[in-house]
C-alpha cells in the first residue's frame, strides 16, 4: 500500500492534466461553457421548487434555500458516483497500452467533480441573497466538515466502483436506479429533522436506521447553515456524523483494497 | 552474455497466461450450472512461455516472429501493464514502452494540451514537459495549429504530433512495438535516424517488428518467437536470415499467419 502511494505521488502531475482533460473536454463547443455548471442546478431547482412547492404545498420556511443546500451536494454525489463507476472501463484502452497508477483515473474523476460541485456553490450563496435569508454563520465549519467526509466517502464508492464496473457492466446498470432510491432516502427534497426524526409515530429503530446512512448527516450538516434547520434539533447528530466519517474511512480501505486486488486485470481482461 | 549484474533489462523465466473463456456466461443459471460442475468455463493460454534474456546498456534487441506468436504480450510484461504470471523481470532505468502512438490524446485538446497529458502518462513531470515544449513543437512542426484542437489535424500532423512526443520522452529503456511501419516513407527514415541517434547515446533498446530489414538496421541481437517460446537467439543478421528460410520466401503483401 505505502509504495503504491509513493508511486501515484510521483505520478502526480497525470491527475492534474487528467482533471484539465475532463474540465476542458466537457464544456467544448458549448456557448455558455462552465456557465452550465450553475444553469443546470439552477433550472433544476427552479422546476423542484415549483413542484413541491407550490403544486404539493409544502410549507417549510425558505423551502428552497433548504432545497439547494442539499440539492448542490447531493447532484455532485450522484454524478460522480455514476461518472467514477465507469471511469476505468471508458479507458481500457488506455490502460492496455501503458503504465500509470490506475487509480489516478478515479482521482481525476473526484477531482473535477469537486472543482464543480465548488464552481456551483455561488448559486447557493445568491440564493441566500435573493431569498433574504442570513446565514447560520457557526454552522459554516459544519457545512466544510461534511464536504470532507462527503469526498471521502466518495473516494471510496468511486475506487470500488469503478474496479468492479471493468468486469461487471451491472455495476452501471444497477447504479442509476440504487442512487435514486439513496436520493429518497436521504434529507434532500424534505426536512429530515421535522419529517423523520421528529415525527412522534415513527419508531425510534427506524430513525436510528434512517441516521444510519453516511447521507443522512452529511446533508444535515450542510442544511444547517440554513436557520430553523440547525443539527442541534437532532439527538446524538454529531455521534451520526462520526459514524459517517468513519464508514467514509472504511470505504477507502475498501476501495483500496478491491482496486488495487483488480487493477493489474484491467489491462488483460477490459 | 554480459555479466548480470550490469544488465539493465534482465528477463529470467517469463510465463504469461490468459484465461480464455470457452463459452461466453451469459446469465446466472450457466454460471451456477458451471460452478456445480465444477468447471470454470475457461482455458488457460500460454501466450508466453519461459523466455529469458538480458540487455546491457546501450545494446538493441530486436523481436521477431509470426502474429500471436507472443512478441506484444512479453512487451506488455516488460512495459508493467501485465504482471508475469511466473518468472520475473527487472529493469533498471526509467522505461518508455512505445505500443502505440499519442496515447490518451483527445480530439477536443489541443496539440499542446495533449503534449502534456501523453507525455506526463509516461511518467514526464509537468516542468519538464515544459521545458521540452520547444524543441517539442519544432519536431512537430505545426505552428500555430499546435493551439487548435487535434480533430483539426490532418493526419499526417497527428502522427507528427505523436512522434515528437515520443521522441522526446528521453527514457533509459526503450520499448517499441511496431510502430514504425506506420507512416509515409520520409517518416519511417525519420523515425529510424532517431532512433539510432538514441542508442548512440547510450539507450537500451527492445523493438518488436515484422520488419526484419528495420530489425537487422537497428539492433545488433535478435530473438525469434514462436507460439511464445523462443526458437532462435543470437545475431540479428543470423536470427533474421532463419526466420526467413522457416517462413519462406515472404511476399510482399503478408497476410496473416
Known amino acids: 500500500m505505502i509504495p503504491g502511494l509513493r508511486e501515484l505521488f510521483a505520478y502526480r502531475d497525470v491527475l492534474v492534466n487528467l482533471v484539465k482533460r475532463e474540465l476542458k473536454v466537457r464544456y467544448k463547443n458549448s456557448v ?53 463507476a465507469g471511469c476505468v472501463a471508458q479507458e481500457v484502452a488506455l490502460v492496455k497500452k501503458v503504465y500509470f497508477p490506475r487509480a489516478l483515473m478515479p482521482m481525476a474523476t473526484l477531482t473535477a467533480g469537486v472543482i464543480h460541485f465548488l464552481l456551483s456553490l455561488p448559486v447557493l450563496v445568491g440564493m441566500f441573497a435573493v431569498v433574504r435569508v442570513t446565514v447560520a454563520w457557526n454552522y459554516v465549519p459544519l457545512f466544510f ?50 419529517r423523520v426524526i421528529e415525527k412522534p409515530h415513527l419508531p425510534q429503530i427506524f430513525k436510528t436506521i434512517y441516521m444510519l446512512n453516511p447521507m443522512a448527516p452529511i446533508l444535515m450538516g450542510y442544511r444547517s447553515i440554513v436557520p430553523t434547520y440547525g443539527v442541534h434539533q437532532v439527538p446524538h447528530y454529531y455521534a451520526f456524523l462520526g459514524i459517517s466519517a468513519g464508514v467514509a474511512v472504511l470505504m477507502i480501505v475498501i476501495g483500496g483494497v478491491v482496486f488495487s486486488r483488480y487493477q493489474w486485470a484491467f489491462a488483460e481482461h477490459g | 552474455m554480459g555479466g548480470a549484474s550490469t544488465a539493465t533489462i534482465e528477463v529470467d523465466g517469463l510465463w504469461k497466461a490468459f484465461q480464455v473463456p470457452h463459452e461466453r456466461v451469459v446469465n446466472i443459471k450457466q454460471a451456477a ?3 456445480i460442475r465444477g468447471r470454470s468455463g475457461a482455458s488457460t493460454f500460454w501466450a508466453v512461455q519461459d523466455v529469458s534474456f538480458s540487455l546491457n546498456r546501450g545494446e538493441a534487441l530486436g523481436v521477431i516472429g509470426r502474429n500471436g506468436s507472443g512478441k506484444s504480450t ?74 487548435a484542437p487535434v480533430k483539426t489535424y490532418s493526419s499526417g500532423m497527428y502522427s507528427r504530433l505523436a512522434f515528437a512526443v515520443a521522441v522526446h520522452l528521453d527514457p533509459e529503456i526503450l520499448l517499441l512495438d511496431e ?79
Open chain 1, 32 to 84: 455558455l461553457g462552465f456557465l452550465w455548471s450553475l444553469l443546470n442546478p439552477l433550472l433544476q431547482i427552479l422546476v423542484l421548487v415549483i413542484a413541491i412547492k407550490y403544486f404539493m404545498g409544502q410549507s417549510e420556511p425558505s423551502y428552497s434555500i433548504m432545497l439547494v443546500s442539499a440539492f448542490l451536494p447531493w447532484t455532485f454525489f450522484a454524478m460522480v458516483l455514476q461518472e467514477g
Open chain 1, 145 to 194: 466538515v461534511a464536504v470532507v467526509i462527503q469526498i471521502c466517502f466518495m473516494l471510496g464508492l468511486i475506487l470500488t466502483l469503478s474496479a468492479l464496473s471493468v468486469f461487471y457492466n451491472d455495476v452501471r446498470y444497477i447504479l442509476g436506479s440504487f442512487t435514486t432510491m439513496w436520493f429518497f432516502l436521504s434529507p434532500v427534497l424534505y426536512d429530515g429533522i421535522k
Open chain 2, 33 to 35: 450450472l458451471n460452478f
Open chain 2, 74 to 147: 512479453m512487451l506488455s510484461c516488460l512495459a508493467g501493464i501485465y504482471r508475469p504470471t511466473r518468472g520475473t523481470v527487472c529493469t533498471r532505468g526509467r522505461v518508455v514502452a512505445l505500443l502505440e502512438l499519442g496515447t490518451g490524446f483527445h480530439s477536443e485538446l489541443s496539440g499542446r494540451d495533449n503534449i502534456f497529458l501523453n507525455a506526463s502518462l509516461y511518467g514526464l513531470r509537468n516542468r519538464e514537459i515544459a521545458r521540452r515544449l520547444p524543441a517539442i513543437t519544432d519536431f512537430a512542426e505545426l505552428g500555430d495549429f499546435i493551439d
Open chain 2, 179 to 257: 510502430i514504425l511501419s506506420v507512416g509515409d516513407q520520409s517518416f519511417q527514415r525519420k523515425c529510424l535516424e532517431k532512433m539510432q541517434e538514441f542508442m548512440r547515446g547510450g539507450k537500451t533498446v527492445i523493438f518488436v517488428s515484422h520488419s526484419l530489414g528495420q530489425v537487422v538496421g537497428i539492433c545488433q541481437r535478435a530473438i525469434w518467437l514462436d507460439g511464445g517460446r523462443v526458437m532462435l537467439e543470437g545475431g540479428s543478421v543470423e536470427v533474421a536470415a532463419a526466420y526467413e528460410g522457416q517462413m519462406g520466401p515472404i511476399p510482399k503483401l503478408t497476410g496473416p499467419a
